[in-house]
Every structure is written in C-alpha cells, then in structure tokens.
C-alpha cells in the first residue's frame, strides 16, 4: 500500500524562508484607520453645518408662517401676506440651497486631498515594502543556496 508523503515539515522550511513582515500589515491597518477617522471627521463636520442650516431654516420658515397666519383687517392683506411669504420663502430658499453647496463644495475639496495624500502614502509604503521584501527574499535564497 503507498503511503502519502508528509509535507509539513518541507512546507515549514518554505515558509520560514520566506518571513512574512506583519509590521506592514499593522502600519497598513493603522493608516487606514487613520483615514477612516479624517473621512469621518468631514463627514460629521458637513452634517453638523447642515443641520444648523436645516434648523435655521426651519426656524424662519416658522417665524414667517406665525406672521402670515394673524388676523387681517382687509382681505386684500391676506393676499399680500401669502405673496410676501412665498417671496420670502423662495429667497431664503436660493441663500440655504447655495450654504448647502458651499458644504458640499468642502466635503469634496477635503476628500479629495485626503484620499491624494493618503494614496501618496500608500504608495511610499508599497516601494518601500517591496524593497524591504525583494532583500528579505534575496537574502533567504542567498542562503538556502549556500546551505546545498
């Protein structure tokens, strides 16, 4: 009967002569994590400003519709006071709609920086991991030659 041939021990010499660098991989989940917690920022920042709009916003939609909604002595002042309020509205409208872009204009400017700087860094990482792997792998087939 054949007998199946025990790779451990020949897989063990394989991978201890290729050493694996687990301290990039820690520096690659610590930069990410790093950007991950910027994007965050952005994004948290941009929502806080939003809602501070939205509330304002509300706010004086609230305000005008109180004044619009008191009692008037001439029929002709109701009309007057829907028109006032829906030029108003569209007015504060055009102002909170552009405040709007503005934050959006930010989020994309910051997100675009942070995701350059973060690709130039990754990249300084990869050549230098390469390099780092390319003499590490050299040198282990330096040595498993000299030891035939």
Sequence with gaps: MAKTQDFTATLKDVMGAFPVDTAALEGAFKSTATLNEKL???AL???EKSAEISNKWTKDTLAKLTEMSKAKAEPADYAKAAT???SASAEVAAENMAAFA???KKVQSETVELLMAAGKDAAEDATAAVKKATNDVT????KAAAAK
């Design 40 to 42: 965050s920022g952005v």
């Design 102 to 104: 503005e934050i959006a």
């Design 84 to 86: 006032d309020f829906a």
């Design 45 to 47: 920042e941009a929502a």
């Design 139 to 142: 040198a282990a087939a330096k």
